[in-house]
């Protein structure tokens, strides 16, 4: 079991079961310990599981300042994800929702005909997908479970777009400006921040997320796997031993890498009746991995490199300044309310730390803890939210010492209200039984189906001591809509509980959706009523 504890749980606080706290009306609610919810969400509460836990619940009408139900509403919880609700917000502010990373490649040399003599220099811009997830229409793609959690989270699926296209749009654009031969190097220019020391470590060049996709598939008994993988570079390669065994036997696949991650190994089993699975393989040198990545893309387009496509980057090409080199091509990103939209919806992890760096360089600053300040001045002087409602050490809310009290999540929420972006915002947030990490709860016989919009999260670990799953936190924070369309603040969160396996992780993070269906249709309830004495 330790093993198990130790290699499965962790994916839960990245995939979009981050803690969570949230909600409330801008002014202050008392923290009632005695609130009467009902006995069906007291049933939930008192289920096997949480006896020595603590449940916060903070329900609100933003329009009146009516408080429903408040508990523990000014205490701190542990926020897990929905840290990103105060990241994302301030950089959504920021940056701007139309914000567009504009990543150039930059021609330092000569130009002889179609020849360049000198380097072709692709200056990263913390563009977070690089064109990777970008549909037809613009948006960005997503999936349930994201792929970055394919590797400890059961049901992990690809997006179909083709990880790679931003990087062949730039080579097709270099060919188009007339450039068939490089006569030098292609160098990746990372000097735009430097990276922190965060988890995952946000870095200036992202393609893929900085990971391989490996997707194992079914074949008949006895016999080896299918093995499909993406994005293809150099010198990157996979082997497969994993066999498939009988319909109905174990599905159990494990990922190995050499240290600098170019050697990728599967072994285990998948039975023949299971779905394709997915794993990852994270990239160890992104800057490496990109600069080979776009050699190659240059020549599927028809321009010959003539330096070495894989080694390390050639950094020490870098010009000091780009004064007079010509712009060759550039790649353009979807507006930065799509990447807010994927960071909500999946609990993107490295987006919401790739964040705070997004915002220090918006100011002109290379360190990335700069964003904290900036993310303090929009909670002060913007969202007008006192900031010691929260302790916060990263974009994600990963980290042991982060805090936030349901109190300051819902001034953070009522606040979006009052702005043009209150829907895009609301409808950037997974919705209960529809889409993002609520996907999966509340899919039949539900009321609250599509009326609740909320960041979840959930934080657990190891207990060593008792053999057992430490499940430190799971919450939900967002926004009730009651049938006839309006809108109230809500925070559930459960501190404390304890899980005796993965079943248990996905009961405690149903009951709390539940909560939160249960309130939905409370508030529901209790609208229809004056309504009916006004008919009567």
């Not at 270099?174 to 470590?201: E, H, K, S």
Request: a negative charge; hydrophobic letters at 40%; glycine letters at 8%.
């Amino acid at each position: 079991m330790r093993r198990t504890i130790r290699s499965r749980l962790l994916a839960w606080a990245a995939a979009g079961a981050t803690l969570a706290a949230v909600t409330g009306a801008a002014s202050a609610p008392a923290a009632a310990h005695d609130d009467d919810l009902g006995p069906a969400i007291e049933a939930v509460m008192h289920k096997p599981g949480y006896e020595h836990a603590q449940w916060g619940v903070l329900e609100t009408d933003p329009a009146t300042g009516q408080v429903f139900h408040s508990r523990f509403a000014d205490q701190f919880f542990v926020p897990g994800s929905t840290a990103k609700l105060v990241t994302i917000s301030g950089a959504w502010h920021t940056l701007g929702p139309d914000h567009r990373f504009t990543t150039p490649v930059l021609a330092t040399g000569t130009r002889s005909g179609s020849t360049l003599d000198g380097n072709l220099a692709l200056v990263a811009q913390g563009d977070l997908t690089m064109g990777g997830r970008t549909r037809p229409d613009g948006t960005v793609d997503y999936t349930p479970i994201d792929h970055t959690s394919a590797n400890d989270l059961p049901g992990a699926t690809l997006t179909p777009e083709d990880p790679l296209a931003g990087l062949d749009m730039i080579a097709q654009q270099v060919r188009d400006a007339g450039i068939t031969r490089v006569d030098g190097d292609v160098v990746v220019d990372a000097r735009l921040f430097t990276p922190p020391a965060l988890d995952p470590q946000p870095v200036p060049l992202i393609i893929n997320d900085n990971v391989i996709d490996l997707l194992t598939t079914a074949t008949a008994p006895g016999q080896n796997a299918q093995l499909t993988w993406r994005p293809q570079v150099a010198p990157y390669q996979v082997t497969s031993t994993v066999r498939t065994v009988a319909a109905g036997g174990p599905t159990d696949i494990q990922v190995s890498a050499s240290p600098d991650g170019t050697r990728i190994a599967l072994s285990g089993t998948i039975a023949a009746d299971a779905q394709p699975v997915l794993r990852i393989s994270h990239v160890q040198d992104p800057n490496a991995f990109g600069r080979t990545a776009l050699i190659e893309a240059l020549a599927r387009a028809g321009v010959t490199v003539t330096a070495d496509p894989t080694g390390p980057n050639p950094d020490g090409k870098l010009p000091a300044s780009y004064e007079g080199d010509p712009r060759v091509a550039a790649y353009v990103s979807p507006v930065y309310s799509q990447y807010a939209k994927l960071i909500l919806k999946v609990s993107h992890n490295l987006g919401a730390n790739l964040a705070l760096c997004n915002m220090a360089v918006s100011r002109g600053s290379k360190d990335c803890t700069d964003g904290f300040a900036i993310e303090r001045a929009f909670l002060t002087d913007v969202a007008h939210v006192d900031p010691t409602q929260f302790q916060l050490s990263d974009g994600r809310g990963g980290v042991a010492a982060d805090r936030a009290t349901p109190i300051g999540l819902d001034q953070i929420l009522a606040y979006w209200l009052h702005t043009p972006d209150a829907d895009a915002f609301r409808h950037a947030l997974p919705i209960l039984g529809v889409d993002g990490s609520l996907a999966i709860s509340c899919t039949t016989d539900c009321p609250a189906k599509g009326k609740v919009f909320a960041k979840p999260g959930t934080i657990i670990g190891p207990d060593e001591l008792n053999q057992r799953i430490a499940y430190n936190a799971e919450t939900l924070a967002g926004y009730l809509e009651t049938d006839d369309g309006c809108l109230h603040l809500f925070f559930v969160g459960v501190n404390g509980a304890s899980a005796t396996g993965i079943d248990d992780v996905i009961r405690i993070f149903d009951d709390v959706n539940q909560v939160a269906a249960l309130l939905q249709e409370q508030a529901s309830a209790a609208r229809r009523v004056p309504e009916a004495k006004k008919a009567s």
